[in-house]
């Protein structure tokens, strides 16, 4: 019989007094017994519309199918034909405005959770498989990757399998892209990137760090390589500031910035080699995932107290439910409808002997009104005269968006990219203006979803294919 409950199974997880002082991952997963009651909540629907909001499209009635019989390597097995980094999609995928969006279940109340049994899954694999994929004998084809993300990991792996040789090229000293730099311990372990990247080595693909290419490398030396195609995913790491006065100041970050020393050098160390912040009160200005991942880390790093600004209201807050209700639980303060004007600071440089001279002592904001709706929807805020007052800070983290780095474009003859720099793709292919050069994630589409630019690089990985079984059967 199925589970007919209104409502899904509650994820287990840290109390929030604890987990607010410790980098340990939030939530705790689904055990075997959980798993199997919420599969039962399935009803397998005949035309099952949660596959068509799933941006790789997981076949996942079927998988579902496979954890109700108990059979958890099977439904791995289901999984990875679609997806090449399940244990991470599972933790960071918003599929409450996708794949669950769509399930009948959320009709008459709470839809199946399906990312946390795909959690489960791939957890499930971790923990008890030893088999290694298998490698592909060779085509004789080459292709690089540029970018260790979602989208780099997902064409490369797509790739492997069908046998091309391909070399995956990172700027960083570790792969993995966003999943290791942007996003904190505490939602997405990176011993769970490490394992999928080792995934992806045992295919046959190559990873060669500390490359950043339009530097060390150009496109054109990569195909001068011997390289057939090149599939650029290297993320919109180039941060956006609000142009106020102040921003300058030390003390001041980037939602990048900060979130990179903390989670890939190490900044939460006792000692560490780039440190951040020491207590003291925190302003991160910005509403989405990123501005909830600064905050929640603050608070880790010993933040005094921690305040998201944001210029509209609670109901157009674009982080994800979840996020926003465990930044509230853990003592984050939201001030909504609040917009900054200027971060106040020390900044005098005749008197050094101040030891605040130029570091961060509060901002200024003033308070807003929503007007009518902007051209995507969402209601303009709108400055309320004479309303400004401010706030005292000793941090200031700025997490308003991000756009693709120009280094590329800027060493790449014929590379067309828009206003906001993004790169120009055939939406069918993600073929660029270059022959040969395809692109895809927020290096086409500025800051965006994990599993979006995981069915970016799998398109590409499509159409790469495509044209090089072509010249190889020709």
């Not at 993995?176 to 992806?200: C, D, Q």
């Not at 142009?243 to 900060?258: C, H």
């Not at 799998?458 to 044209?467: C, F, V, Y």
Request: aromatic share 6%; with cysteine; net charge negative.
């Amino acid at each position: 019989m199925p589970n007919m409950s209104l409502n899904k199974n509650a994820m287990p997880q840290q109390d929030p007094a604890v987990r607010a002082h410790n980098f340990s991952e939030v939530a705790l997963g689904y055990d075997e017994k959980i798993a199997l009651d919420e599969a039962e909540r399935c009803l397998n629907c005949k035309h099952m519309p949660c596959v068509a909001g799933c941006p790789v499209n997981i076949h996942i009635p079927e998988f579902i199918a496979k954890v109700r019989e108990g059979d958890f390597e099977a439904a791995y097995e289901v999984i990875q034909q679609s997806s090449s980094l399940p244990a991470v999609c599972g933790r960071v995928c918003p599929q409450e405005t996708q794949c669950e969006s769509k399930c009948v279940r959320g009709i008459k109340g709470e839809p199946v959770g399906i990312g946390r049994l795909e959690r489960f899954v791939a957890d499930w694999h971790n923990e008890h498989s030893q088999k290694n994929p298998e490698k592909m004998p060779s085509n004789g084809q080459r292709v690089a990757i540029v970018g260790s993300g979602p989208s780099g990991l997902t064409c490369a792996g797509d790739l492997a399998k069908k046998g091309y040789e391909v070399t995956v090229f990172e700027a960083l000293h570790t792969a993995g892209g966003v999943l290791v730099y942007g996003i904190p311990e505490f939602r997405l372990p990176k011993k769970i990137v490490a394992r999928e990247v080792e995934t992806l080595k045992a295919l046959g693909a190559k990873i060669e760090t500390n490359v950043v290419i339009g530097k060390t490398l150009t496109i054109d030396e990569l195909f001068d390589m011997g390289f057939e195609a090149v599939f650029i995913g290297s993320g919109a790491g180039l941060p956006m500031f609000m142009g106020i006065p102040g921003e300058s100041l030390s003390g001041v970050y980037s939602a990048n910035e900060f979130l990179t020393r903390s989670n890939l050098m190490k900044a939460y160390e006792s000692d560490p080699v780039t440190p951040i912040m020491k207590g003291g009160k925190v302003i991160v200005v910005g509403g989405g995932n990123v501005a909830m991942d600064a905050a929640r880390t603050a608070l880790r790093l010993g933040a005094e107290k921690v305040s998201i600004v944001y210029r509209r209201s609670m109901e157009e807050l674009p982080a994800r439910r979840e996020e926003v209700e465990h930044a509230m639980e853990e003592g984050v303060e939201f001030l909504l409808l609040n917009n900054p004007t200027e971060i106040l600071g020390y900044n005098n440089p005749d008197d050094r002997r101040d030891p605040k001279n130029g570091f961060v002592t509060g901002m200024r904001v003033i308070k807003m009104e929503l007007g009518e709706p902007d051209e995507r929807g969402r209601r303009r805020p709108i400055e309320i005269p004479g309303s400004e007052y401010e706030l005292e800070a000793d941090t200031v983290i700025i997490s308003i968006g991000t756009s693709p780095n120009p280094l590329i474009k800027s060493t790449t003859k014929g590379l067309e990219v828009n206003r906001r720099g993004g790169i120009v793709i055939e939406e069918e292919s993600g073929l660029t203006s270059r022959e040969n050069v395809y692109a895809g994630g927020d290096a086409v589409t500025g800051a965006a979803t994990v599993i979006s630019a995981m069915g970016a690089g799998k398109l590409a990985a499509q159409s790469i294919d495509r044209e090089l079984t072509k010249k190889r059967t020709n």
